[in-house]
């Protein structure tokens, strides 16, 4: 396993007074193994079948490559319609391990059909999107963990429509649908039109699910090797079985957020130098949101836990956030993700000897560049006090990018068990869910609507 966690620029060593002594983390040390021994006790059971993705999927992985080859066979272009956890990971992946231009490519070069993530309800963009596919070679992969979501249901219902209208009885054949086995209007719906299925299994929650069918069929339809990102997984799962967080790299992330938390840094920025992997942040973004953002804990106190995620990209945002990063207020903590080798380098010619101040360039390559832009940045950073620690990738490939999501996952439940709250939940995004129910008039939200209508409206003093 080539994935470190370096995390000496998190500790009064490099930081002086604004970092973590020693001492504070070994305070943590009993509250970091009942969270170890808490995760560990949940492997598997009520929310956390994530844990057992890396080991339990022979039968689905033969089922999505041979699904894959078929559709790679048949189709051009592959579109996801999801969202939230249904999307992220699909996308994130995808970033992470295909060609940069993959759509772009010619046919032969690409290998697999196009590929789209719909995430969104955006007219504009749906419209943009029927614009370049020829539905008649299109496969829609409708991923809905509940089955119920009413952004993921408009696009089906849309897509089928059309489906139905250009290609009559054949329709049902572009559609695949990945989701809770019993749970939801989509399963009822796959099984009375013939819909191929691919399960979620009911103790997978959206944002863990990556490694479950939602993620696993999207990357190997565009030639991504699943079994990889799942043996990355499980080595990484090895790693944390430890409760040491001197040997498991997930507590020791976890422990130290929990830390900066209590300290006030209230903002996790993730900055990956890779393009590559400028999606994994969004995809953390919402498990590190979703999953810590909690008003109460489990005992029902108001705990109003959380960390604010910020997506960064290295070097693009050196010229964009890292300027609040370096002399705004001590309120975050950065995680770098270090790559060490691209797949492919570029060296800045020669030819620029008249200017002093650009030939220091000349000669060296892209990858050195945006290298040493990390390691200036982070100087620059731990100098000034700013906490900041880097998880560091040999390469992107499958494998390290298996590896890479479930030590977040990791993280993230060790954090939520050390923070005391239900970290598979979202009880915060039910209200706006219930209230937009409301405003169609959905039936059995008479009372939310009425309270909407007695709501205050906007006063005409604070609109100009
Ligand atoms: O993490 C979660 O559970 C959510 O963010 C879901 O991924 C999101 O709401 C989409 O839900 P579903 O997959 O049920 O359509």
């Known amino acids: 396993m080539s994935i470190t966690v370096n995390y000496n620029n998190m500790m009064q060593y490099a ?14 040390e009993i509250l970091a193994q009942s969270a170890h021994f808490l995760v560990e006790a949940g492997r598997g059971r009520g929310m956390q079948g994530w844990m057992d993705s890396p080991y339990d999927q022979a039968e689905v992985v033969k089922a999505v490559k041979s699904a894959a080859a078929r559709i790679r066979r048949r189709f051009d272009c592959f579109v996801v319609l999801g969202i939230g956890g249904s999307a992220l990971g699909p996308q994130a992946v995808f970033t992470a391990l295909k060609h ?3 759509n772009e490519l010619p046919k032969k070069l690409r290998k697999g059909p196009r590929f789209y993530v719909l995430d969104n309800v955006d007219p504009d963009k749906m419209n943009a999107l029927f614009d370049i596919i020829d539905l008649k070679k299109t496969v829609f992969n409708v991923i809905t963990k509940s089955g119920s979501t009413s952004e993921t249901m408009s696009q089906f219902l849309i897509v089928y429509d ?62 991504i090797d699943v079994s990889k990102l799942l043996k990355g997984a499980r080595d990484m799962d090895r790693r944390c079985r430890s409760r040491y967080i001197s040997k498991n790299p997930a507590l020791a992330l976890a422990v130290l957020q929990y830390v900066s938390m209590k300290q006030g840094k209230n903002i996790s920025v993730m900055m990956p130098y890779s393009d590559r992997l400028k999606y994994i942040a969004d995809w953390y973004a919402q498990l590190w949101a979703e999953s810590l953002g909690k008003e109460k804990d489990k005992n029902g106190d108001v705990v ?7 997506k960064a990209l290295g070097v693009t945002d050196q010229h964009s956030q890292v300027q609040l990063y370096n002399e705004g207020p001590y309120d ?27 030939n220091f360039l000349c000669g060296h390559t892209l990858s050195e560049l945006m290298t040493n832009e990390l390691y200036a940045t982070r100087y620059n950073l731990t100098l000034r006090g700013r906490a900041n620690f880097t998880i560091r990738l040999d390469k992107v490939d499958a494998y390290h990018v298996g590896a890479l999501l479930y030590l977040l996952q990791m ?3 060790y954090a939520g068990a ?42 005409e003093k604070y609109i100009i």
Request: hydrophobic share 35%.
């Open 332 to 358: 975050k903590v950065i995680t770098f993700i270090e790559v060490g080798e691209y797949g492919s380098d570029v060296t800045i010619p020669n030819g620029c000897d008249e200017f002093p101040n650009l």
């Open 100 to 102: 940069g231009y993959y």
């Open 304 to 310: 109003n836990a959380g960390q604010t995620p910020v």
């Open 15 to 28: 930081l002086g007074d604004k970092g973590i002594s020693d001492a504070q983390l070994k305070e943590q």
């Open 162 to 223: 059309l489906l139905k209208a250009r290609l009559g009885e054949s329709a049902h054949e572009h559609i695949i649908a990945t989701t809770d086995e019993s749970k939801g209007n989509l399963i009822k719906l796959a099984q009375k039109e013939g819909f191929e299925t691919f399960f979620i299994p009911d103790s997978v929650g959206g944002r863990f699910s990556e490694l479950s069918p939602v993620g696993l069929l999207p990357a190997a339809v565009v030639g």
């Open 411 to 413: 993280q993230t439940a």
């Open 418 to 459: 050390m923070l005391n709250i239900n970290t598979y939940d979202q009880p915060g995004v039910e209200g706006g869910k219930d209230a937009t129910y409301a405003l169609f008039g959905r039936s059995g939200y008479e009372k939310k609507a009425e309270e909407m209508r007695s709501a205050k409206p906007d006063s």
